[in-house]
């Protein structure tokens, strides 16, 4: 089933219940005083946090909800049953936007419910109307209409860890062999088309998909996975060791995250060079000081460079004690 990160829909509180003219039944007389009771309010609508990344799946298929309407008043001045609100699922990191009035909701809370429609209030029954000049009142009023809006929902994820660089730099492999994802490996560019998570003793890990000199303005997978990157609180820049001009690489991807916005940038990085199996032990500690010397990438990092190969179960423990540790002190 395809990761669906971002989908439209129309969504609609519930219309307030008609107010209605009723009358008491008195003995002797045709009709009594007024009796007739307000509508219900219509359901509001509640966007509801989820630990649930493919539930936007659900909302493919159908894509207009509503509340449920207020109860028409009834007899004996009684109020109309109020609808039932209407409660929509969506993952933890979502932005809802709604199109008419511009609006942002950020859920970024667990199970947090937030209202994001109104629904209309009921009509008034005749009752309402008695008064002394008006003892025998006729009038009663409609309900009010619910709120309702086109939505506009995106995906931005939430994790501890976003692994980054380009295609090919063993994101996807390393992610599985961390925390046992089991995503989509293969040896072409853009094996990874939406993010894959896993946890590692409680950290999330989300591999984002590889970005491309240009990304920033729209190449390759462009803006659509930049934004996965957003709510990472570290991220975890690989560097496949298959590369001779590893500085070159490097400078590649911080470029596009500082052109997609200083938030991206910012942010706290470990480096990790991958496939250290493809060169001699002494050809790793060259590289390794080739980006230690870098100013840049030591004020980044904190020297924070660290290497694997996944071929290795003892380099895989190492580096994920050494991961573990560093994300602990964050």
Avoid at 310 to 325: A, T, V
């Amino acid at each position: 089933m395809a990761f669906v990160d971002e989908i439209n829909l129309f969504i609609k509180a519930g219309n307030g219940g008609t107010g209605v003219v009723r009358w008491r039944m008195e003995k002797g007389k045709d009709k009594g005083g007024p009796s007739g009771g307000n509508g219900g309010r219509g359901g509001d609508v509640y966007a509801k946090t989820v630990r649930d990344l493919a539930i936007l799946n659900r909302y493919k298929q159908v894509k207009k909800f509503e509340a449920e309407n207020g109860q028409t008043g009834m007899n004996s001045s009684m109020y109309g049953r109020q609808g039932k609100d209407l409660i929509l699922e969506f993952p933890i990191g979502s932005v809802i936007t709604n199109l008419s009035t511009g609006k942002k909701f950020n859920l970024i809370n667990d199970e947090e419910e937030v209202l994001i429609l109104k629904g209309g209030h009921g009509g008034l029954g005749n009752e309402h109307f008695k008064a002394s000049t008006n003892v025998r009142p006729k009038e009663s009023t409609p309900g009010k209409e619910g709120e309702g809006a086109d939505f506009y929902i995106e995906l931005e994820l939430v994790a501890d860890v976003g692994l980054v660089g380009l295609p090919n730099a063993g994101k996807t492999s390393l992610l599985n062999a961390l925390t046992r994802a089991n995503a989509k490996v293969g040896s072409y560019q853009f094996t990874t088309l939406e993010p894959n998570l896993g946890d590692m003793f409680g950290y999330i890990l989300a591999d984002i998909p590889g970005l491309i000199e240009g990304a920033s303005e729209g190449k390759g997978l462009g803006h659509k996975f930049l934004r996965h990157i957003k709510r990472t609180h570290t991220i975890l820049h690989c560097i496949s060791l298959e590369n001779e001009d590893i500085l070159s690489v490097y400078n590649t991807i911080r470029k596009e995250l500082k052109d997609s916005g200083e938030e991206l940038a910012q942010k706290r990085e470990i480096i990790v060079l991958t496939k250290t199996d493809v060169i001699s032990l002494e050809d790793l500690k060259k590289k390794k000081k080739i980006l230690e010397k870098n100013p840049s990438t030591s004020l980044r990092t904190g020297k924070n460079i660290l290497s694997v190969s996944i071929l290795d179960d003892n380099s895989i423990k190492k580096f994920q004690d050494e991961l573990i540790k560093i994300l602990r002190e964050v």
